[in-house]
């Protein structure tokens, strides 16, 4: 008996030792098929599912290694229990918190992407994760989505742009991005089993870009699927989204993972694209069942049907295979490097972001920048200026080194002035999805805020949402577009005080401002991450000048955005379905075609300079299909102090045999400019992006005739038009 298990071990040492050495010179794709030859149908389905909360099982045997996971998106989350979604109590994982996805998606800069992704992806992999699960791209649909701040934004083009970069920088670390939720999960509430029905339009020009981006151009060796269903089918085993659109269409080679717990079909996961199956809620995850994991969709159950012949082995060849792949290019890449964590560098990375992301939305009498060296006394009332915000939210929340509240930030740029604070109102704790009211007395909270705000020479509000639940957080959606927590009260009981009150909006969403018009200043600062106070600091001071735009439309109302105008049917549902009845018309789409003017409009952001367009051109009049668009135009910069500004390109197709948006964003970029500075900025657009998707034929469709381009600095401030024919 001693004897045989010597032999085997023996033979499995040579045959893996062989594995790895006779392959260093052949194709992946030969490594892969060896490798496959040599699994046996149960070790080939132990990698196509969970063994724990965020890994999967290799092949020991052989020297195949287990996958690690972590989310996701704005650091490396900290660990967590094998079974349980506990926290498991390291000491030795505490990240860097880069700024929420929304604000990077704000500062509209595709080379901050490409920073966040490398910095974050050598997080990663110092902590040795293997994929990343993130970045999200699920579109901005109504206010209330409890998940906005962790996707970027309303406009297709835009989170295209921005999510290739990010990619990019992660993969360089042999770290898999894995780009999340495929797709159409707009919104939390229900989000485990709402049915979306959608016309193929919207589908193809407002849902799908930026997934088909991160595949085509970004190269994505993962994909999550979403929980929700897309006409009658699971998202993560759906024949049209996976096997038709995603894996033959655009011909991704990479691993489709579940959302956790998003499987519900074993025979639909194995034939309908799914390739890795995490967190689904088998007796084991909640009371530990022994073998629980073999309880899996993509388990014992999917064995059996191998076994009797009802499914084909060869479909779980072509699972492996991808899952190899993948393994290939990040835990099996013997040169990937080694990465690293908390560094001084992913700090500035982290801050760099943050000051290019937040959006000065209002500036009356030049109310900011604040200068240090003059202003004595600055009340900073409101909770968010001292809440810590990479805590909570759901799966992205973060342990960090350090995170410089608000507060903080204000007292260090601002030390030679008196800081005055008070909390002015307080939210309940959330306990397991409930929200418990705070214990703290909201009337004298309020009275502490009111006499300070009398004492001081500005106040700056330091309000907005939070990420506890039915806020900015997973799980539900918010249950109100006001502030909550007695916030719109507070504030205009402190401008009965001080008329001289700005607002710092610390949120992920859109809210309604009904003080909008007498505070003095009001600036959208996202959840920023380690480095919030200091990128708040910098740019209340003057350090930085402000150049983030919004990368979503403010509605003065709910009933404003699309679509919550159509009721119940289109937000959030009736329990079972819903249907996108504002259709392509999603966003600034939607306020400029039906002539709604939104509060702030989508690409809108202040600065303290002022800049001027001039000499818009184009190379030519009259385009074919296949050429490109050479837009240019000079822009200076006719204020004071140096500064960014993002030029947009809208197009708008003049006649069309189907409706089209009155402005869709087709190109921008960011330039910056010393004061009296002027540059030529040159942008492209290939003519077939001017395309719709008819869905008639089932195609794209570029129909003859003119279009408008219009460049401005927001969807709503164009400042030149340029007529082009197509032929
Ligand atoms: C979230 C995912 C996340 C996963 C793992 C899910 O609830 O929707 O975005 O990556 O959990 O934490």
Redesign the pocket.
Known sequence: MKKLSIVIFLITLISSNELFAQTNNESVDNKIEKIIKQLTLKEKLDMCHAQSK?SSKGVARLGIPELWMS??PHGV?TEIDWDTWSHAGWTNDSCTAFPALTCLAASFNPDLSYKYGKALGEEARYRKKDII??P?VNIYRTPLNGRNFEYMGEDPYLASKMVVPYIHGVQENGVAACV??YVLNNQEHWRDHINVELSDRALYEIYLPAFKAAVQEGHVWSL?GA?NQVRGQYCCHNEFLVNKILKKDWEFDGVLVT???ATHDTKQAALYGLDLE??TGTDGLTSSLKNAYDNYFMANPLLKMVESGEINESVIDEKVERILRLMFRTNMNKTRPFGSMNSQQHFDVAREIAQEGIVLLKNKNKFFPIDPEKVQTIAVIGENATKMMSLGG??SELKTIHEISPLEGIQKRFKNATILHAMGYASGPSVYGKVIDSKLNADSLKNEAIKIAAKADIVLFVGGLNKNHHQDC?GDDRKSFSLPFGQDDLLSEILKVNKNTAVVLVSGNAVKMPWVNQVKGIVQTWYLGSESGNALADVLSGDVNPSGKLPFSFPVKLEDNAAHSFGEISYPGDGTKQEYKEDILVGYRWFDTKKIKPLYAFGFGLSYSEFDMTKASVNKKEYKSGDVISVSCEMKNTGKVKGKEVIQVYVNDVKSSVLRPLKELKAFKKVSLNSGESKTVNIEIPVNKLAFYDDVKKDWKLEPGQFKLMLGTSSKNISKTIIIEVE
């Open positions: 965020f989310d996701g989350r699960l993130g999200g999340k939720h999550m929980y959302d956790w717990g995490m967190g759901g799966s997973e």
